[in-house]
């Protein structure tokens, strides 16, 4: 009969499980908003969360699986975060909308839409999840304005927003947009003021 050790780790290892896979896929979103589709790998994730390519694999079979469950989870944080701000203003609101656009979860899910064109066994996937984001985004969006959707038109310039707030991600892209991103968030803020009250 063997001689049982106990062990010197007294983290359950389901909780060591679930900070693995949390790990795994804030690094796969860090690689994917740096390196792209074509320089985020398995291998490369995994080193960077500090996990064997054996346990990432464990966690997220494919690549597939990995970088769509990265960008479903931190878009799921970002809501949570959203849901979470007090209401301050429509200015407020208007520019946290648009910061979910020009940080590294846009830049990440950015590069997933673009390997997505590409690689018919991605854009399934891909735009389910780009889907059932953009309702939640736009169903937050209504309650943090307050805006009443039965009224003609609410909906489209919520909506409008938010494709604004896009359109500012992808400018933010290939350079600082912050000063000029400041004064639309202004003045579309001014704008909702006029349309949703």
């Known amino acids: 009969m063997g001689v049982v050790t106990p062990s010197t780790d007294r983290t359950p290892k389901q909780d060591r ?6 790990r795994l896929l804030e690094a796969a979103v860090a ?10 790998t398995v291998s490369v994730v995994a080193e960077r969360a500090g996990v064997s390519r054996g346990a990432a694999q464990h966690h997220f079979p494919t690549r597939e699986d990995l970088f769509t469950a990265a960008v479903e989870y931190v878009a799921e944080e ?11 203003g429509r200015t407020a609101v208007v520019a946290a909308l648009v910061d979910l656009y020009t940080g590294p979860l846009f830049c990440a899910a950015l590069q997933l839409w673009v ?19 953009g309702r939640e985004t736009h169903r937050i969006a209504v309650e943090l304005l307050t805006a009443d959707e039965t009224r003609p038109g609410v909906r489209e310039t919520v909506q409008g927003l938010l494709d604004m707030a896009r359109g500012l991600g ?9 000063a000029r991103r400041q004064r ?14």
């Open 17 to 22: 499980s679930r900070a693995t896979r949390r």
């Open 31 to 40: 690689c994917l908003a740096e390196h792209g589709w074509a320089g985020s």
């Open 78 to 88: 970002r809501s949570a975060a959203l849901r979470a701000l007090p209401v301050q």
């Open 115 to 133: 390997a997505a064109s590409n690689e018919e066994q991605l854009r399934p996937r891909v735009t389910e999840l780009e889907a059932r984001v």
């Open 170 to 178: 992808l400018a933010n892209v290939l350079t600082d947009d912050t």
């Open 184 to 197: 639309v968030v202004a003045q579309w803020a001014a704008l909702l003021d006029g349309a949703l009250d």
